[in-house]
């Protein structure tokens, strides 16, 4: 045989085992002893899997709670042609991550790049705390959040302070000493139960947020958390005026906070289904290069999801630039206090288009707002329900969805009735995709709302 040839077969032999050593698997009955290679041999803690990670490792995460969280950092970042990820072994039979605590403060932490989380349930403390008749949780979340806005950080516990602030998945951090990470994928998650945010990310770039269900999530939170969030993104690069950020597909409900917001006034705030969160100023606490850098130059889209029963807004944007809120289904959000959110709106942002989505606000309250110079064109919506700014491509009428639920664990179906004036009411819009949230073709007739009839 030719010498070129062996070479060549070399070379894909070499290339198959190295794709088969960058498989890992990791089971609540795992082994450390085991090699962690195969189903049958996996390891069980995730330090273990952490000290094990190269570019291009999946890592098949078994069934089982884990009682661990998963810290990822600069260190353990993948390539462009070789992400990391962590995948539910067994789709159907969710690993799932129960995690909080003193000195807990994310599930999931990621400060690295190129990263795909995938399929895993993770479950906050919610349901554990508040089972005296004296709500002692609630009285200590308060006491910290009251304690820190008059006295700052001095002497503050933060480690007991974390117990009631505890996040999901957290992508990127505030500050000089955040990872800045950057193509971060967070699909077909169930994130729950979080005193602290569901899925958030700050100072981060190039995420997708798709397909994951949120729910019970920032109740506790002295920071005005909510359910889904980008606040501060940061340029990674030069590519400018693409759309680099996407929350598409997911179902987002009863994220609230009943604590005040520690550093803005002691008052109630946020607790939003999903929040674009100021991305026309850098993060003032960042590195001077970051400063320099300015507002966010690329674009956001926000489409397909459903919101209900949310404590803030379904979905809003808050001084940003550049979103794109498209063929959302917003249903009796602002639950907790009338702050005179809205379903969905934009405040004090620049250049951004709310095109083709359902608002369904509880009687007295928002449908839209038009507040602060909110910067967006507002086209093809339906409102119902509660007030409303009308603009003349818009329109108030039921939409008429096949199930709507008496409150947020109630069976809901968004779907539209045969005969929903949102039917072929809807708009193609530039950066719309072209399937509604579940995989069904839109064509040249769009429907308004996340999805088309059936």
């Not at 009955?29 to 996996?42: I, L, R």
């Not at 910290?144 to 009631?164: I, L, M, P, Q, V």
């Not at 250049?351 to 928002?366: G, K």
């Amino acid at each position: 045989m030719h010498k070129r040839i062996i070479s060549s077969i070399l070379v894909m032999l070499f290339a198959v085992v190295a794709m088969a050593q960058n498989e890992l698997y990791v089971s609540p009955t795992g082994k450390d002893s085991n090699d962690g290679k195969t189903p049958d041999t996996p390891w069980k803690s995730i330090s273990k899997v952490l000290n094990n990670i190269t570019p291009g490792t999946t890592v098949y995460v078994m069934p089982g709670t884990f009682t661990s969280g998963v810290e990822l950092q600069r260190k353990h970042s993948g390539t462009e042609d070789a992400y990391v990820t962590f995948q539910a072994y067994d789709p159907q039979n969710r690993p799932r991550f129960y995690y909080g605590g003193s000195g807990k403060w994310n599930c999931f932490n990621i400060q690295a790049s190129y990263i795909i989380i995938d399929g895993l349930e993770l479950e906050g403390y919610n349901q554990t705390f508040d089972k005296t008749a004296e709500k002692t949780d609630s009285v200590a979340a308060y006491n910290y959040s009251k304690t820190y806005h008059d006295n700052g950080g001095t002497g503050f516990d933060w480690n007991g302070c974390a117990k009631y602030n505890t996040n999901g998945i957290s992508v990127g951090k505030g500050g000089k000493d955040g990872g800045f990470p950057h193509h971060v994928i967070i699909r077909n998650c169930i994130v729950h139960d979080f005193p602290g945010g569901g899925i958030g990310s700050q100072q981060s770039d190039y995420l997708t947020f798709d397909n994951n269900i949120v729910y019970n999530n920032a109740w506790y939170c002295m920071y005005a958390c909510s359910g889904m969030s980008i606040l501060n993104p940061y340029n990674s690069d030069d590519v400018n005026n693409v759309y680099k950020m996407f929350i598409t597909n997911n179902t987002v409900y009863n994220n609230h906070t009943k604590i005040p917001w520690s550093t803005s006034n002691f008052r109630y705030s946020d607790g939003n289904g999903i929040i674009i969160d100021v991305n026309l100023t850098p993060d003032g606490s960042s590195t001077d290069a970051i400063k320099a850098d300015g507002a966010y130059r690329s674009k956001t889209l926000v489409a397909n999801n459903v919101t209900y029963f949310n404590g803030g807004s379904g979905i809003h944007s808050f001084k940003a630039q550049n979103v794109l809120i498209v063929n959302n289904t917003a249903y009796h959000n602002e639950q907790r206090y009338n702050s005179g959110y809205g379903e969905i709106f934009s405040q004090s942002g620049k250049n951004n288009r709310l095109y083709n989505n359902i608002m369904y606000a509880r009687p007295n309250q928002r449908c839209n707002n038009f507040v602060k110079e909110g910067g967006a064109v507002y086209s093809n919506n339906i409102y119902y329900g509660g007030k409303y700014t009308q603009v003349a491509a818009d329109k108030y009428k039921d939409p008429l969805f096949v199930k709507i639920p008496g409150n947020w664990n109630e069976e809901a179906d968004f779907h539209l009735q045969q005969g929903s004036p949102a039917i072929g009411f809807g708009a193609v819009v530039e950066g719309m995709p072209a399937t509604d949230k579940g995989g069904a073709e839109r064509g040249s007739s769009v429907d308004s709302g996340a999805y088309q009839a059936k």
